[in-house]
């Protein structure tokens, strides 16, 4: 009697085994659904929406995002984080994702929780002054500020945000002393910094171009891969010769671990393949970013892991806390 229980176990075993490995090459075989820590309408929503509307064509099934927005992310990201790792749910991938734990107490999940499954866009941001500092370019304005310590404002646009860990990078590198104004969000940001409240900030290329081009703000210098078509005139730090500073935060998606390793190679392969369309290229560079060019699993991985390095020094550096 113990043998045969022990054959009949051994036999149940090797048959969840054989569905199991079944399932991952069969996927995706139903919907997916993605559960977004944004709302809907905003840039993490657009670029997420371009991208799986081709990657639903691409594998067979449809995409479903459900925006979840509340607690700085918290909430999707919870919610996802202990979902069932088959590869049918999925999150965003972003910045906070690293941060909110370093942060926040109370955080249940980090980066450790999940596995990157494709980038999307890289995210540049610009570094723009009130026209009425005596500075035109990134190095006036570092001799500017030095010249005259604790006499400047500087706009943090929500803490823990990748603008905020951009600018905390960056002032972390040059030593600048300048008086941190806090703000819900960047709009109100833009509004005290046109009203020469705020003379420093560093915002989203497509919040402040049309200010830039009127000469309501002057534009420093981008964060990003390579300059921006938009402003071609205004060089990356790497250019400036901060190229410490030059950490490009980027989107792109991502599920709980242990989700099969099959089952994250399929999904990245539809993702490098979405990105090629000329459609979604162009859709995505409308919204000012910089397309990712395709990556493997390993090189996703890589990209966190150096990612969350450079996250949570300048975190512990700068003692950045949500209470």
Known sequence: MRRLQIA??????????????????????????????YPAGGIV???????????????????????????????????????????????????????NSRIQDGVTFSEKDYVPIGGMVWVPWVFVVHPGVPANSMKEFIDYVRANPGKLNVANGGTGSSGHL?????????KLDLVEIQYRGQPPALMDQLAGRVEFSIASPSLVLDYIKTGKLKALGVVAKTRLAELPDVPTMS????????????????????????VVAKIVSGMNEALKDPGVRKSLEAQMTQVME???????????????????KVIKDANIRIK
């Open 8 to 37: 009949c176990l051994a036999l149940l075993a090797a048959y969840s085994l054989a569905f199991e490995a079944q399932a991952q090459t069969d996927f995706p075989n139903k919907p997916i659904h993605i559960v977004l820590p």
């Open 45 to 99: 929503d657009n670029v997420t929406r371009v991208v799986t509307n081709k990657l639903s064509t691409i594998l067979a099934q449809p995409i479903i995002i459900e925006p979840k927005p509340g607690a700085n992310g918290n909430i999707a990201w919870d919610q996802v984080s202990r979902a069932k790792p088959d590869g049918y749910t999925w999150s965003f991938y972003g910045p906070a994702l690293i941060a």
């Open 166 to 174: 951009n600018m905390s990078i960056f002032l972390n590198a040059t």
């Open 239 to 262: 250019e400036l010769g901060y190229p410490e500073t030059n950490v490009v935060a980027w989107y792109g998606l991502s599920a709980p671990k242990d989700t099969p390793a099959p």
């Open 294 to 312: 395709p990556m493997t699993p390993a090189e996703l991985q890589a990209l966190v892991a150096s990612d969350t390095e450079k996250y949570a």
